[in-house]
C-alpha cells in the first residue's frame, strides 16, 4: 500500500524560516531510517505559497490565483511517499517522526497520511485482468 505522509504547514515555513539545525539533523536521520527500512519512495518540501498560484475552474471559466495564500492550516509544507503493509504502520513512522520536540522554533506541526488510490481502484471489471494478460506478453 501506498501512503503520503503530509507536514502540514506552520507560520515558519510560510515565512521561509528554516528549521533549527537539530531540527534539520533529526528530520535526516529520521528519513535514512525510511530509506533503510525500504519504504520511503520520495519525499520532498515546497516552497511558501507565496511562490506559488492555484488555479480555479468554473465550468469552461479558468482563474488564476497568485500566493501568498492565508490559512495556514491547510497548506502543505513537505511530502513523503511510503510504501507500506497497513496504514497502521504508516501511523507508527509518523510517531517516530521528530515533530513536537521543541527543535522547530516552538511550532508544532501536524502530518497527514493518506492512502493513494491504486490503479485497480478505477477498472472496469475485468479490465484489469486483461491488461495484467497484455503485460505478461510483452
Known amino acids: ?3 503520503m505522509m503530509f507536514v502540514k504547514a506552520t ?3 510560510e515565512a521561509s524560516q528554516p528549521p533549527t539545525d537539530e531540527a534539520r539533523l533529526a528530520m535526516h536521520k529520521f528519513n535514512e531510517e ?3 527500512a525500504g519504504v520511503l519512495l520520495d519525499l520532498g518540501g515546497l516552497t511558501p505559497t507565496s511562490r506559488g ?3 480555479q475552474y468554473s465550468g469552461s471559466k479558468r482563474t488564476v490565483i497568485d500566493g501568498p495564500f492565508p490559512e495556514t492550516k491547510e497548506l502543505i509544507a513537505g511530502y513523503s511517499l511510503l510504501e507500506v503493509k497497513t496504514l497502521a504502520e504508516a501511523v507508527e513512522w509518523a510517531k517516530r517522526a521528530p515533530f513536537g520536540l521543541g527543535v522547530h522554533n516552538g511550532e508544532e506541526p501536524e502530518v497527514e ?3 493513494l488510490f491504486d490503479p485497480a481502484d ?3 471489471p475485468g479490465e484489469a485482468e486483461e491488461r495484467a494478460k497484455r503485460l505478461g506478453e510483452q
Do not use: G, H, Y
Request: glycine residues 0%.
Open 53 to 55: 498560484v492555484r488555479v
Open 113 to 115: 497520511i493518506r492512502p
Open 11 to 13: 507560520q515558519q515555513t
Open 1 to 3: 500500500m501506498k501512503v
Open 122 to 124: 478505477f477498472d472496469v
Open 34 to 36: 525510511l530509506e533503510k
